[in-house]
T-cell receptor
Framework: KAGVTQTPRYLIKTRGQQVTLSCSPISGHRSVSWYQQTPGQGLQFLFEYFSETQRNKGNFPGRFSGRQFSNSRSEMNVSTLELGDSALYLC??????????????FGEGSRLTVL | LAKTTQPISMDSYEGQEVNITCSHNNIATNDYITWYQQFPSQGPRFIIQGYKTKVTNEVASLFIPADRKSSTLSLPRVSLSDTAVYYCLVGVRGFQKLVFGTGTRLLVSP
């Protein structure tokens, strides 16, 4: 079955702009999580959506937001971009059910460069 | 969430067995231990998960002692393609808010 699809794969923005990233999870998965990866901070959890509701949230400012649609596809938005937002943004899907392995299936990421 | 400690890097040669140990002294009763592998510019990939004793799958084994304060990921007969960063995570099974530490950068040489 198809894996996790993230679009766009690469994008360049300037400071102050906003960006929207999209993630299509594996069919049947209801949980979508977002992570930011930078050389300095490593992999950091942004938020998780399950059945269109934000279920978990990381320690990022309010400029980072997300949503999930009824078909489980998710988008994340970063407003008022800063240079430090340059990163690889990874989306992961899972069945989202506690008591199971919780295995995350990651997409290839969207690499954002802020100039 | 229990904090984990792993070696920052390890070197090996093709065909050798590699053991990466992770310390998690504050692991809770309900916590499981999970390992992920990440190649450059790709998302992490689930390798193995365990609770106690030993777990084995087609790519790795996971050894967990009785006190569960540490775990060892064992990769048999590594190849160049096993060069990657390996992350050890500890948490409630199915909990989605994963905390990735710095990981162990494994370099496999010919």
């Amino acid at each position: 079955k198809a894996g996790v699809t993230q679009t766009p794969r690469y994008l360049i923005k300037t400071r102050g702009q906003q960006v929207t990233l999209s993630c299509s999870p594996i069919s049947g998965h209801r949980s979508v999580s977002w992570y930011q990866q930078t050389p300095g901070q490593g992999l950091q959890f942004l938020f998780e959506y399950f059945s269109e509701t934000q279920r978990n949230k990381g320690n990022f400012p309010g400029r980072f937001s997300g949503r999930q649609f009824s078909n489980s596809r998710s988008e994340m938005n970063v407003s008022t971009l800063e240079l430090g937002d340059s990163a690889l943004y990874l989306c992961a899907s899972s069945d989202g059910l506690t008591g199971r392995t919780g295995e995350l299936f990651f997409g290839e990421g969207s690499r954002l460069t802020v100039l | 969430l229990a904090k984990t400690t792993q070696p920052i890097s390890m070197d090996s040669y093709e065909g050798q067995e590699v053991n990466i140990t992770c310390s998690h002294n504050n692991i809770a009763t309900n916590d499981y231990i999970t390992w992920y592998q990440q190649f450059p510019s790709q998302g992490p990939r689930f390798i193995i998960q365990g609770y106690k004793t030993k777990v084995t799958n087609e790519v790795a084994s996971l050894f967990i002692p009785a006190d569960r304060k540490s775990s060892t990921l064992s990769l048999p007969r590594v190849s160049l393609s096993d060069t990657a960063v390996y992350y050890c995570l500890v948490g409630v099974r199915g909990f989605q808010k994963l905390v990735f530490g710095t990981g162990t950068r494994l370099l496999v040489s010919p």
